[in-house]
């Protein structure tokens, strides 16, 4: 079983920068997409980006996050700049099956997910 564990989260003003990391137990990164997705209280569940043979971004995010691997460390990194108080939520990694490539941006094509690091972002 293909364990998720999401690190970075924390409270920024808003303007500032954090980095999300996703560890993963087993080499996933590498073979199958691995995705960010996130959760305000309230409302569903929300793709925010996607990386497997290219990379998927929300139009929410676009020019501000940038999704990235590192697949000799089973690591998806999430780099949030010019955060705004909209982008408060509960950050979840997830990652599809293996050979699953498409970095698909619905939240049933992820098999495997984190627990979840908040991001709290005050004006």
């Known amino acids: 079983q293909v364990q998720l564990v999401e690190s970075g989260g924390g409270l920024v003003q808003a303007g500032g920068s954090l980095r999300l990391s996703c560890a993963a137990s087993e080499r996933t990164v590498s073979t199958s997409a691995s995705g960010w997705f996130r959760q305000a209280p309230g409302k569903e569940r929300e793709f925010v980006a996607a990386v497997g043979w290219s990379t998927n971004t929300a139009d929410s995010v676009k020019g501000r996050f940038t999704i990235s691997r590192d697949d000799a460390n089973n690591t998806v990194y999430l780099q949030m700049n010019n955060l705004k108080p909209e982008d408060t939520a509960t950050y979840y990694c997830?990652?599809?099956?293996?050979?699953?490539?498409?970095?698909?941006?619905?939240?049933?094509?992820?098999?495997?997910w984190g627990q979840g690091t908040q991001v709290t972002v005050s004006s």
């Open positions: 997830a990652a599809r099956r293996p050979r699953l490539m498409v970095p698909a941006p619905e939240p049933y094509a992820y098999t495997y």
